[in-house]
């Protein structure tokens, strides 16, 4: 029996990114397994919004552009296509822990630091986030 | 190359332990990477020591014999060499990470709760112990 059987790589679209899609794409070779690429945008009004009123929606339109752009440039280089790259939007961790179970993945990969890597995905351990996911989660270490 | 080379399964003597072994077991086999298996006996004095003067000597000889007996029974059942078990005295993140830095680890296998899981390897999300790492650590779901 194969360990995994379909992979889902969560990536921040930062220069660690290549370093947690080399360890997912090796893998995923190792286990002939299917690969989703994933990449959360934070809603820019997490970031902004609030106290003052501002129509954000372009500027969140040009961060969802160029969030596909770059996944689909990655989703070219390490040969996963098309209809398996993901951009959505919300929190990465519940957006990760969504698509995991809706797509039946068995194994995340992300990098175990960066903003949008295990300890986001892990939360704080008090909340045992961790406990919540229904699949074996794989921490990359980043050099 | 292969995403991995050499690999470190860390198990309590629980009934959660095959779970975790059959996850690392199959993992060293796609990647054909050497396992250790590995448990760490937690000292008898950090539960019962301090104000009570008393020889836990014994106890503890019981402990680590009982610990050895079971990991070579796992070790024979998962096809584990003998010269690849390893049973050690102290904290189980410390001795963990001590042990996958001296052998030249590039994947830590764990539990993704239980008292000596994952949650212990990591720590509080604080203190940051994972940054501390220098390898890979997977996470195995306990069902």
Chains 1, 2 share one sequence.
Do not use: W
Not at 30 to 47: F, K, R, S, T
Not at 88 to 111: C, F, N, W, Y
Request: aromatic content about 4%.
């Amino acid at each position: 029996m194969s360990a995994f059987n379909k992979m889902l790589v969560a990536i921040d679209l930062t220069e660690e990114a290549p370093q947690v899609l080399n360890k997912a794409k090796a893998m995923s070779e190792a286990h002939n397994a299917e690969l989703l690429l994933v990449h959360v945008v934070e809603p820019v009004g997490y970031a902004y919004g609030g106290d003052i009123p501002m129509d954000l929606t372009e500027l969140q339109d040009q961060l969802d552009k160029a969030a596909h752009e770059q996944l689909e440039s990655y989703g070219n280089q390490y040969g996963v296509p098309k209809d398996q790259q993901m951009v959505t939007v919300g929190r990465p961790e519940s957006e990760i822990h969504r698509i995991a179970k809706e797509q039946g993945v068995d194994l995340i990969v992300v990098g175990s630091h960066g903003r949008k890597g295990f300890q986001l995905l892990l939360g704080s351990t008090a909340n045992g986030v961790l406990h919540g996911t229904e699949c074996d989660v794989l921490a990359v270490r980043i050099n």
